[in-house]
């Protein structure tokens, strides 16, 4: 079945520091790809997602792209701020939209000014 | 927009007895809702996909005796945990779908002594 793999947190960084979180995934055929963050005390919300083979995701100074071929899609921003510290969760969906999401573990993020 | 609400966000019961969970889409009308269950430092786990007006699609090893899952209209579905025993106790999110995507509520915190 599909699944999805996460690298496994906490993750502590200092702020303007580079950020990578990286997420495989096991699926059969194309899957959609997303990422979710979780700020304390809130809901998951979207934070960028990618339908297709090289696309790439962006949103709030974060960025994944769809790898097929490595069967990826890692998170990226190159500035962190204190104000992104949260949980982060990449999914996927084997349908189009978002129905039926198979998530990750997620992984804590922690900025430290 | 998009907003989705969970009550209560946190509940302790004695085992045996049973729990009501409300999920609210409060700005929009969520044909589709989704059930899910988080484990301490574990990823989120769909239970169930709940439509209106008719009854819910549990995922495979999710008791639908155990949760009750009611979508009676377009903006509340209610999960049940009946007969609740402590290891029902647990971090329990449901989510709406619109346009699709699903934007998640805060979560309940299901604690049963």
């Known amino acids: 079945g599909n699944s999805v793999t996460q690298m496994e947190g906490p993750v502590t960084l200092s702020e303007e520091a580079f950020l990578t979180i990286n997420c495989t995934y096991t699926?059969?055929?194309?899957?959609?790809l997303f990422w979710y963050v979780q700020y304390p005390g809130e809901g998951l919300q979207l934070l960028l997602k990618?339908?297709?083979?090289?696309d790439k995701g962006s949103n709030k100074g974060f960025e994944a792209t769809y790898r097929k071929e490595t069967t990826s899609f890692h998170l990226e921003k190159g500035s962190v701020q204190v104000s992104d510290s949260a949980v982060y969760f990449c999914?996927?969906?084997?349908?189009?939209?978002?129905?039926?999401?198979?998530f990750g573990q997620g992984t804590r993020l922690t900025i430290n000014p | 927009g998009a907003v989705v609400s969970q009550h209560p966000s946190w509940v302790i019961c004695k085992s045996g007895t049973s729990v009501k969970i409300e999920c609210r889409s409060l700005?929009?009308?969520?044909?589709?809702m989704f059930w899910y269950r988080q484990f301490p430092k574990q990823s989120l786990m769909l239970m169930a996909t709940s439509n209106e007006g008719s009854k819910a699609t549990y995922e495979q090893g999710v008791e639908k005796d155990k949760f009750l899952i009611n979508h009676a209209s377009l903006t509340l579905s209610t999960l049940t945990v009946t007969s609740a025993h402590p290891e029902d106790s647990s971090f329990y999110i449901c989510s709406g779908e619109l346009e699709d995507e699903q934007y998640f509520g805060p979560g309940t915190r299901l604690t049963v002594t």
């Open positions: 699926a059969t055929g194309y899957p959609s």
């Open positions: 999914a996927l969906s084997d349908r189009q939209g978002a129905q039926k999401l198979v």
């Open positions: 990618a339908t297709k083979a090289d």
């Open positions: 700005d929009f009308q969520a044909t589709t």
